[in-house]
Nanobody
């Protein structure tokens, strides 16, 4: 099992940008699919973005396509989420999660989770 730690959350005005980072440790980084999920108050956790173990495949929820970009750095063992043109509806706790090899966008398929980082977008 891997250990994940998120960073980079904060308060930003609508239209602004933030970059979240997920540091992955404990196992072979290149074996793991990493996803970003978010949970707003009173709502269920939802999929945001995922990147394959090799980095060649990426997927996003429709509401963030064209605004968010997921990337991974094998030298640093990190997966970043660049968030541009932020909207108040992006306000949530953002979590990164990892699973070995197989791609998925379902939170139930991911065994390892970070503690989350708060993103607040003011209007």
């Amino acid at each position: 099992q891997v250990h994940l730690v998120e960073s980079g959350g904060g308060l930003v005005q609508a239209g602004g940008s933030l970059r979240l980072s997920c540091a992955v440790s404990g196992r072979t980084f290149s074996e793991y699919v990493v996803g970003w999920f978010r949970q707003a108050p009173g709502k269920e956790r939802e999929f945001v973005a995922v990147i394959s173990s090799g980095g060649g495949y990426k997927d996003y929820v429709d509401s963030v396509k064209g605004r968010f970009t997921i990337s991974r750095d094998g030298a640093k063992n990190t997966v970043d989420l660049q968030m541009n043109s932020l909207k108040p509806e992006d306000t949530a706790v953002y979590y990164c999660a990892a699973r070995q090899w197989a791609l998925s966008t379902a939170s139930r398929d991911f065994r390892s989770w970070g503690q989350g980082t708060q993103v607040t977008v003011s209007s």
